[in-house]
């Protein structure tokens, strides 16, 4: 006789999941409160300032949808949106392309002992604060007395104006961030290279593919989920670009490296009002927000999970 | 030398504990032996000593948060423990900030206050007067001027009123002026006396100084370093041509005027026409002290590095005149305290302090910028270096203040960003100006 599983059964079954549920309701709560005290707090105050003119000081005063329209009608938002775009596409294109090519070079043909210090240096500047960093460069590339213009002139060329002018002062600053912050990417490159089977390239060498026949099909159709991490990370970190414009050039010459954040900023801390530099965030967060969608839609089409 | 040890979580120590009590034993016997001789002349003195066993123990902890630097830091812990110990029921921590501009310190002491962490006394200047009033940041001060008129009768007759007319806002004083600098030519006497240069005379011109700034650019350093970022240091070239910003009600722009493109038209020339100036950086004040450059526009504020730096082959003189109707700039030091601020009365004693002329001797000695007492700016055991300091105080026959409305934070955003597009060559002076003024516009028709 098969033992039936009754009313009994069900009721026991419900009263683990309810367990079950509480157990887990009882281990998230801490992560959500810091959650809601930390991000889904600020987040809605954000938006609820949007609506308000506040100084930070006095008591704020509600204005509707003002904001927004001034959003609308602020040219300085047209220049920062351009600034930063063009910084963007700029930044995120180099640092895949340079982390892309450094990992591939280096875990193709150096020896293990010997990537394991190349690494070591790449990534090193990630972990330099961003102001120190800001600091050293602005001084190696100052117009009259940096140091790449000191070696530029030495080798019979013209000093560039590095950062004070506004054909170069973007240009430069995407370069020292490059300089920054490719080593992160460079370290996810290199443990997704590591993490394709070696069998894969000798299958294909037997086959007779030349070594750029393997790179572009197996090596970046299984690096795919990997470059689709760094493009999402990338991309909203170079959105939120600041430290190095606030350090090395003060958003200038003019507004040249006036970015999103350094707006933000500027509006919020600089010129106490608070309700628009909500605005201006709730914005950047939109931008972000479409962007992300954007790249989850397409990743469907190149995206490979093995 | 025996060290105290550290006790843990405050508690006294063993010693401490005995030396006490053997103190409050001895108090006791003596108060009971005063008590048996006069019950009612005891009964007093208890009041008395309660009252200032209270005062005693009740100690008021202040905290003043000024712009400077590391030298300035070490200096004002010494100027604080020299107030303490004439006032010991207060202490003033001192915070010095290193600033770039004025506005990036306005904006860090406002995000204090909006924090809840507002400092008792602000340091702020002639730029952040209006500001912290159109917030109500700032005590008004004339209750305890009048209450304290003997004691500062001697202050006020020391001072000229131009120094305490930036902090009389809406009928209300809201800071005692302690030090103020404008701006004046630094060169390097070495220098100018080795390449045959003439001393500049009150009266040089334009063309005197690009003469001397040509002759000693060709001899290798550079001829002049040009003001990395901020108002006081372009306007004051403006004001150097007879021009200006804002008209004196600081409600609308008067950037256009013509004398205000010859002084911009001037100061791009310096790098572009005849190529005697690097690109603005803010080291410019290590170049001139280390000789590679020739000479520097500041007030009297780099003088404490250079006395820190044995550094003395300079001099001063005003800056050299671009136009009829020329003025100087003056820009004042005063600590508001906070409106809010829970030891009011303290903090008042200790701008009382900043005030002697014993605090201000020894500020100015230590390279500390111009002071606001008119007999210490004159005494040369003060203010020497530098040799020709009188053009400090002479020049406020001919001053104007800084233009400083509420809106001073946009305000200087406006003209730094003008001005770094002037010196990348990107922009005429008149264009230049005509974006001022069209952002200044806007810039002064804003709520604060």
Redesign the interface.
């Known amino acids: 006789m098969t033992p039936t599983v009754g009313g009994s059964g069900k009721v026991h079954d419900n009263e683990m999941r309810r367990r079950e549920s509480l157990a887990a309701g009882v281990f998230l709560l801490p992560s959500f409160v810091l959650f809601a005290a930390f991000v889904l707090g600020p987040i809605v105050f954000s938006f609820g300032l949007t609506l308000f003119s506040w ?4 008591s704020a005063t509600f204005v509707g949808l003002d904001n927004y329209r001034t959003l609308f009608q602020d040219p300085e938002v047209h220049t920062v949106l351009i600034n930063t775009g063009i910084f963007v596409v700029g930044d995120v294109a180099a640092k895949m392309l340079i982390a892309l090519t450094l990992a591939a070079l280096v875990h193709r043909f150096l020896t293990r002992w010997l990537q394991t210090i190349f690494r070591g240096i790449i990534f090193f500047p990630v972990i330099v604060s961003g102001v120190a960093i800001g600091i050293i460069w602005q001084w190696m590339m ?4 940096g140091l790449i213009n000191y070696y530029l002139v030495e080798i019979g060329m013209q000093p560039i ?1 590095w950062l ?3 054909a170069h002062a973007l240009s430069s600053l995407i370069v020292v961030d490059v300089w920054r912050s490719v080593g992160f990417s460079f370290v996810v490159f290199t443990a997704g290279l590591q993490g394709i089977s070696a069998q894969l390239y000798e299958a294909a060498a037997v086959d007779g593919a030349s070594e750029w026949s393997r790179f572009w099909s197996i090596t970046l159709p299984l690096l795919s989920p990997t470059t689709y991490f760094l493009l999402v990370i990338n991309l909203i970190n170079a959105f939120q670009f600041f430290d190095l414009s606030y350090v090395m050039t ?6 040249a490296t006036r970015t999103i954040v350094y707006y933000i900023y ?1 509006t919020g ?4 009002r608070f309700g628009y530099a909500s605005t201006l965030a709730i914005m950047l967060f939109a931008i972000l927000a479409v962007f992300t969608m954007i790249q989850v839609r397409m990743s469907r089409r190149w995206v490979f999970y093995q | 030398m025996e060290q105290q040890k550290p006790t843990t979580s405050g508690a006294p120590d063993r010693r401490t504990f005995l030396t006490n009590t053997a103190k409050i034993a001895a108090g006791a016997a003596g108060a009971g032996a005063i008590v048996a001789a006069n019950p009612i002349g005891a009964m007093a003195e208890q009041d008395r000593l309660r009252s200032l066993t209270l005062r005693a123990k009740a100690v008021a902890n202040l905290n003043f948060i000024l712009p400077g630097s590391t030298a300035d830091q070490v200096n004002w812990n010494n100027f604080s423990k020299q107030f303490t110990a004439k006032n010991p029921n207060i202490k003033v921590a001192v915070q010095v900030v290193s600033i770039t501009t004025w ?2 310190y306005f ?1 860090k002491i ?2 204090q ?2 924090g809840g962490k507002a400092p008792d006394i602000i340091g702020i200047a002639t730029e952040g007067a209006r500001l912290f009033a159109a ?3 700032a005590l008004p001060l004339d209750d305890l001027i009048k209450r304290d008129e003997a004691e500062l009768g001697d202050f006020f007759s020391d001072i000229n009123p131009k120094l305490i007319s930036p902090f009389k806002i809406g009928g209300k004083t809201i800071a005692l002026p302690y030090s103020w600098n404008n701006m004046v030519i630094f060169y390097n006497t070495k220098m100018f006396k080795k390449l045959g240069i003439p001393t500049p005379k009150a009266n040089w011109t334009g063309q005197d100084f690009i003469s001397a700034a040509q002759k000693i650019q060709a001899s290798g350093p ?1 001829g002049y370093g040009l003001w990395p ?1 901020g108002t006081f240091g372009i306007v004051c070239w403006m004001y150097a041509a007879g021009g200006a910003m804002l008209d004196p009600t600081l409600t609308k722009s008067t950037a256009t005027l013509p004398q205000n493109e010859v002084a911009m038209q001037f100061l791009q020339d310096l790098r572009w026409k005849y190529k005697v100036a ?2 603005p ?1 803010d ?1 410019y004040l290590t ?1 001139f002290q280390a000789g590679r450059m020739g000479t520097v526009s500041a007030g009297r504020w780099p003088v404490a590095g250079f006395i820190s730096a044995k550094f003395s082959d300079y001099d001063v003189q005003y800056l050299p005149t671009l136009g009829p109707g020329r003025k100087n700039i003056f820009g004042v030091g005063a600590n508001p305290i906070y409106k809010n601020a829970p030891h009011a009365e303290e903090a008042w004693t200790f701008l009382k302090y900043l005030a002697t002329k014993e605090f201000q001797e020894a500020n100015t000695a230590l390279g500390a910028s111009i002071p606001a007492r008119r007999s210490v700016a004159y005494d040369m055991h003060a203010m020497v270096p530098p040799h020709n300091f009188r053009i400090y105080y002479d020049s406020l026959n001919s001053t104007e203040a800084i233009p400083a409305p509420a809106q001073f ?2 305000m200087e ?1 406006a003209v ?3 001005y ?2 002037l ?2 060559n ?2 005429t002076p008149k264009a230049m100006l005509a974006a001022l003024d069209a952002q200044l516009k806007t810039v002064l028709a804003q709520k ?1």
């Open positions: 100084d930070g000081l006095s100052n117009t009259s007395l104006a004070d002018s506004s003060q958003a200038g010459p003019g507004d500027d801390f600089h010129f106490f | 506005s990036s904006a406002l995000t206050v909006a917030k109500d940041l550079f970022s690097p690109a950086t080291a170049l934070n946009e955003s730094t960003a003008q770094t597009k010196m990348a990107e922009i604060v």
